[in-house]
Every structure is written in structure tokens, then in C-alpha cells.
T-cell receptor, first 112, second 115 residues
Framework: QQQVKQSPQSLIVQKGGISIINCAYENTAFDYFPWYQQFPGKGPALLIAIRPDVSEKKEGRFTISFNKSAKQFSLHIMDSQPGDSATYFCAASMRGGQNFVFGPGTRLSVLP | GAVVSQHPSWVICKSGTSVKIECRSLDFQATTMFWYRQFPKQSLMLMATSNEGSKATYEQGVEKDKFLINHASLTLSTLTVTSAHPEDSSFYIC???????????FGDGTRLSIL
């Protein structure tokens, strides 16, 4: 029940295309859903996050869509660029940052 | 804001030595810090949760005597890998959260190589 499932495991997108990564969770006590971007040899960096009281959040080219009833959320990267090539992790946590659970990650490659 | 600094970024040492990794929150007070281990092409595995002034809480399967964690102040937590062996070689990452607030802010990790 603490798991966060993430798909696809890897994704190849052409420059300018839309990258879509999906995550699903079971525990309805989760109330915070961030996405992290990690480049090789670096720590994860917060990209965008959402709480379950909204269905969508957009920051620049990055959008989170949240479906509370389905217990799913997704990351959309519009106009994908080669510089977006990285590993993306979705995560879920409970209030206060405890019980923080990461998805297994998606390796995104954006072709020039 | 919300910068977490981790030091060293890379360390190579001989089997049997102890290695200390520092994690500092540079511009905020972190009541809780987390230590993760990451193997190549895998997700982050939580090792322990560290609260300032109290003993760390270790995840199941993580040896507390092997991985010593000290969170002595609101801006500093340390992880000491004692008597390190080649199987301890990995990428160790810390993170911190502000008091009662999210998200976790991560350091840039420490690559530990034990020869």
C-alpha cells in the first residue's frame, strides 16, 4: 500500500514532442505528490508538485495532472528538449514529509 | 532558497576504513533529514530518517551499527559508514525538509567507492 507505481520505465521522444510519465498510488493518506528530475551523478531536483485538492498544475513546460478518484497522477513535458533528458521520479508523501515514497523512475531521452 | 550541500561528492578509500559524509541545509533549518542509497539505474532507497536532537530511525534491513547517523544541529546531519567494504560502494544522497513543510530538498550525493 506504500508503493508508488511509475510507467514507462524508459521513454524516447523527439525534440518538440510531448513526454508523458504516469504514476499510481494506493494509500489515500498521501497528500503531496512531487516530481523530481535527476541528472547522472547528481541528486534529484524538485520539478513540480501538486496536492490532491487540485486536478492540474502547470509551471512553464511542465504540467501535473491529478486524478484523485483513480489515484493516478502524471507529468507532461511540453516541447521536450534534449536538455530534458534525465531520470524522472514521481513521489508521494503524507503530511509533514513523513512516509515519503518514490516511484522506480523513468529514463527520458529526447532526441535532437 | 532551500539549498542542501553534501560533502564530499566523491570518496575512494580502502576496505576497512570509516567514511563520514556531511549534509548541510545552507539557507533553512531542517528538523528532519533523510539518507538514501541509490544503485545504478535504480530508484532511491530510504536508509534512515534523522530528526535533530534524537536518534535516527532506520529502515528495515539497514544496519544501524554500520551506518551511523548524527543530526546534531538544525543544519547538519552526518552519515558515517563504519568499516566500509566493497559492497558498501554506492551513491548516497541526503535530503532535508523545513519544519512541518514539504518538499524534500536533496543534496548532490556522494559517490562512495571502496577498494
Amino acid at each position: 500500500q506504500q508503493q508508488v507505481k511509475q510507467s514507462p520505465q524508459s521513454l524516447i521522444v523527439q525534440k518538440g514532442g510531448i513526454s508523458i510519465i504516469n504514476c499510481a498510488y494506493e494509500n489515500t493518506a498521501f497528500d503531496y505528490f512531487p516530481w523530481y528530475q535527476q541528472f547522472p551523478g547528481k541528486g534529484p531536483a524538485l520539478l513540480i508538485a501538486i496536492r490532491p485538492d487540485v486536478s492540474e498544475k502547470k509551471e512553464g513546460r511542465f504540467t501535473i495532472s491529478f486524478n484523485k478518484s483513480a489515484k493516478q497522477f502524471s507529468l507532461h513535458i511540453m516541447d521536450s528538449q534534449p536538455g530534458d533528458s534525465a531520470t524522472y521520479f514521481c513521489a508521494a508523501s503524507m503530511r509533514g514529509g513523513q512516509n515519503f515514497v518514490f516511484g522506480p523512475g523513468t529514463r527520458l531521452s529526447v532526441l535532437p | 532558497g532551500a539549498v542542501v550541500s553534501q560533502h564530499p561528492s566523491w570518496v575512494i578509500c580502502k576496505s576497512g576504513t570509516s567514511v563520514k559524509i556531511e549534509c548541510r541545509s545552507l539557507d533553512f533549518q531542517a528538523t528532519t533529514m533523510f539518507w538514501y542509497r541509490q544503485f545504478p539505474k535504480q530508484s532511491l532507497m530510504l536508509m534512515a530518517t534523522s530528526n535533530e536532537g534524537s536518534k535516527a530511525t532506520y529502515e528495515q534491513g539497514v544496519e544501524k551499527d554500520k551506518f551511523l547517523i548524527n543530526h546534531a544541529s538544525l543544519t547538519l546531519s552526518t552519515l558515517t559508514v563504519t568499516s566500509a567494504h566493497p559492497e558498501d560502494s554506492s551513491f548516497y544522497i541526503c535530503s532535508a525538509i523545513r519544519q512541518g513543510n514539504q518538499p524534500q530538498h536533496f543534496g548532490d550525493g556522494t559517490r562512495l567507492s571502496i577498494l
